[in-house]
């Protein structure tokens, strides 16, 4: 109290001296410790704000002395960051989320199962059912899920229950005859036949003029008549060769691609949803790690309504449509709405044994993982995106699926290089989690300046079973942080959201002190891989931000960058564990109107 009265009493008597010769700034944040993450990690004591850009930071004397301020916040002590931004996550797909069965936190396929019981209330319901959040690694019994119980429970309801890393999903058998396929070489047939064919794609002109009508040729091959042949897809099966119900990565996508899609204004309450609960825990700017044109669509009409209060760097998903639509049109910055890159799937996921790996999994004999787009796709696409001055961000979990895409990242930015004069490093291309490199291929980061894109909270949350799928020999050699670091001195940091929960401040503990929230285990999961608080800080902040292209306008509170702040009761930079378990979000805003 005391301490609130002195500073108030400084605040007023500076305020009436000398008001006439001021410069009037909108707001001026005071009484804390304001961190602008600039390069000498500066600390001030107050703030001034104004038409949503910072004015300038200093000591709470020299700012009332040069600012008179229309309004005040006063911080009670505590600590006020620049926004905080989430490197790597699924923003649209997670308001979406909000309205399905949450299935996080089971922890066995009955207690799944019990999760959906209140939706058997009307039985002449067809629509969808759709749940997310299983993960069997987290079971007594660690084995995937059989259909047998949504088959009695939904005989005449569609039911898809996505598995946490969204690579897996298991459906019941009126589901499964929506469709037919063939994958594993064993054919699947549905109720209803329906051919595959291609998207048709008109010929298209890239950026620099040049003609291209065969931007589909990787694409061409996966017309196979009257059913789909899935590569990059794994149907797991019965003992009497009937399906499970469990199906992974490409064979996952067939069947979810029965359920209707969304309108776009289903996808805008979704993001509005979203929007609330992500300014809620302090983020003011994410990376969407994949989207459609329907969501894109939805995204720009929230922006020219107003709406859209969240930073959005969006990576458009990587299907033949739209890479013809955007390929053929320069990068788009708007004030909100960024779309500048393409996100790709190289490989599958650990969890579910989809990620591809150099040498068989330590857990499944003979195993080494799935192909989700072959390397031969990703290369041809690689120079395509670099010519109209695309990032392409591609999902790498396995070894063997970083080596390929570091390979081919290699040979595409330096030709592209060379007939530009370019440096390579300038077109910061992405490998998305980088979770298993192999340390032969640590050097390509550096030697073309390619940016791993991690997500701390995928070490703390796999820990428990990551060396049940590597083995001793590999497990050092995944989610190791610290190594990235140091290969281009920089590392933006994100959560996968839904995958993982949305708090930053999990992103902080899993990346400093490498324990999940009960602090185990002792000492830290790869300790030797931990970052330090100020690298964790900039990880949520300026480097994520330069990962988008954006650290002139986000990541720091320096003059002329946006307002984007978050204000917590807590100091990062010097409280424990327990303390930052505990730390809450006092107000977050977004170039400066408050949104939480």
């Not at 007023?12 to 602008?36: A, H, I, P």
């Not at 629509?127 to 997310?132: D, E, F, Q």
């Not at 009257?226 to 996952?252: F, P, T």
Request: glycine share 8%.
């Amino acid at each position: 109290m005391r301490r609130f009265l002195r500073a108030f009493l400084l605040v007023s008597s500076l305020y009436l001296l000398g008001c006439r010769d001021k410069m009037e700034v909108d707001c001026l944040y005071f009484n804390g410790t304001v961190y602008l993450l600039d390069s000498a990690f500066s600390q001030a004591q107050a703030l001034a704000v104004t038409e949503g850009r910072v004015v300038d930071a200093g000591d709470l004397r020299t700012m009332l002395i040069r600012y008179r301020f229309k309004d005040s916040v006063d911080l009670k002590g505590g600590s006020l960051y620049p926004g905080f931004i989430d490197a790597h996550c699924h923003f649209v797909g997670y308001g979406k989320s909000l309205g399905e069965v949450d299935l996080r936190g089971t922890r066995s396929w009955d207690e799944v199962v019990e999760r959906l019981l209140p939706y058997r209330k009307n039985p002449g319901d067809t629509s969808w059912l759709i749940g997310r959040g299983w993960d069997q690694n987290d079971w007594a019994v660690k084995e995937f899920p059989d259909r047998a119980l949504l088959d009695s429970l939904f005989p005449n309801r569609p039911v898809l229950l996505s598995r946490v890393d969204g690579h897996a999903v298991v459906v019941n058998e009126y589901a499964l005859r929506t469709t037919q396929f063939e994958v594993n070489g064993t054919h699947f047939m549905g109720r209803n036949t329906t051919k595959f064919t291609p998207t048709k794609l008109a010929p298209t002109k890239l950026a620099n003029g040049d003609k291209n009508s065969g931007l589909d040729r990787p694409y061409r091959a996966a017309a196979q008549g009257a059913s789909q042949r899935i590569s990059g897809g794994e149907a797991l099966k019965r003992l009497d060769g009937s399906l499970s119900g469990v199906l992974i990565d490409n064979a996952a996508d067939v069947i979810q691609a029965k359920i209707p899609k969304p309108s776009i204004e289903s996808w805008k309450k979704a993001v509005m949803a979203a929007q609330r609960a992500c300014h809620a825990v302090g983020l003011t700017s994410v990376h969407d790690a994949g989207l459609d044109e329907q969501q894109l669509e939805a995204l720009r009409m929230l922006e020219r309504e107003n709406k859209l209060s969240m930073g959005v760097y969006a990576m458009v998903s990587a299907t033949p449509d739209q890479l013809v639509r955007y390929l053929s049109r320069p990068p788009y910055r708007g004030q909100q709405l960024h779309i500048r890159s393409f996100k790709f799937f190289a490989d599958g996921a650990l969890g579910s044994r989809g990620a591809r790996l150099l040498e068989p999994y330590h857990d499944r004999e003979g195993h080494i993982g799935l192909w989700v787009t072959s390397p031969d796709t990703l290369a041809f696409y690689a120079p395509l995106l670099a010519q109209a001055g695309y990032q392409m961000n591609t999902h790498c979990i396995g070894d063997a699926a970083n080596r390929a895409v570091l390979q081919l990242y290699s040979r595409s930015l330096l030709a592209y290089a060379q007939s530009t004069g370019s440096h390579p490093a300038t077109a910061r291309w992405r490998i998305e989690h980088a979770q298993v490199v192999n340390p032969d291929d640590r050097a390509v980061f550096r030697s073309v300046g390619v940016v791993p894109s991690v997500q701390p909270t995928h070490a703390t949350s796999d820990m428990y079973w990551a060396g049940d799928r590597l083995g001793p020999d590999r497990l050092p050699h995944a989610y190791a942080y610290r190594d990235l670091l140091s290969l281009n001195g920089w590392l933006p940091l994100g959560t996968d959201f839904p995958v993982e929960e949305i708090s930053p401040l999990k992103t902080f503990l899993s990346a400093v002190f490498r324990t999940d929230s009960a602090g185990y285990p002792k000492g830290g999961f790869l300790p030797n891989q931990a970052l330090s608080r100020r690298q964790a800080l900039r990880g949520m902040t300026d480097w994520a931000a330069r990962a988008a292209f954006e650290e002139d306008e986000r990541g720091r509170l320096l003059p002329g960058m946006n307002a984007d702040l978050v204000w917590l009761d807590t100091d990062l930079m010097q409280a424990s564990f327990p303390e930052i378990r505990r730390a809450r979000v006092l107000g977050t805003w977004a170039r400066g109107k408050r949104v939480y």
